[in-house]
């Protein structure tokens, strides 16, 4: 058999949801990384997976979402959405946050007594690495990377079950939710392509 042949089908989980930017969301982002590390077995990663997610979150709906705790729902707007998505790719664990702004977050150094700002130090510290993703739609994607000691892809669950969200969390669909998703896609994309070579 010619070595040209033979195919290598690249190991790859991926999942990801969009969410109205408000402060419910980072808890329901918490939910989505418990319910898919279950789903595809990896539960070793799901404290640092939930916590990283969680920082990220917050970080999106700080720079482009509603950060009042108990908004009005006349306060929501079309452009209210963040886009949050895991992927596997050969052995390693990526989470990922999308919103509509192109600031690049900066990592803040808070004294002792601040009570924010240390979100992306956690990111750091749990993370083998983050950084920013520019898709071609717009926004950015920040992402952490966890290594997960394995080339292949836990099994999934074989039975689905659907992730159950309370009304008026999911974005709605529209212009900005497809610009997430696309967003998400192209992100998607870009780490099978890199993780081949």
């Not at 969009?18 to 595809?40: M, Y």
């Not at 083998?128 to 966890?146: F, I, M, Q, S, T």
């Not at 497809?178 to 392509?193: E, K, P």
């Amino acid at each position: 058999m010619n070595h040209a042949d033979i195919v290598r089908p690249i190991p790859l989980l991926a999942a990801s949801l969009r969410l109205t930017a408000v402060p419910t969301a980072v808890g329901h982002s918490r939910t989505f990384v418990r319910f898919t590390l279950n789903r595809w077995n990896l539960l070793d990663q799901e404290e640092s997976a939930t916590l990283i997610m969680s920082e990220l979150v917050t970080n999106a709906i700080q720079a482009s979402g509603i950060t009042d705790p108990d908004p009005k729902p006349w306060q929501i707007k079309e452009e209210h959405v963040i886009g949050v998505q895991l992927q596997v790719v050969h052995g390693t664990l990526f989470a990922e946050v999308w919103d509509r702004t192109p600031e690049t977050p900066v990592r803040q150094n808070p004294d002792f007594n601040a009570t924010s700002g240390r979100g992306l130090l956690l990111v750091e510290a749990l993370a083998e690495k983050w950084d920013v993703y520019r898709p071609h739609v717009g926004g950015k994607v920040v992402w952490a990377e966890l290594a997960l000691g394995s080339t292949e892809p836990p099994p999934s669950d074989p039975p689905h079950r659907p992730l159950l969200l309370p009304a008026g969390i999911r974005a709605p669909w529209g212009p900005v939710e497809l610009q997430a998703r696309q967003a998400l896609l192209d992100r998607l994309m870009v780490t099978t392509f890199e993780r081949r070579r």
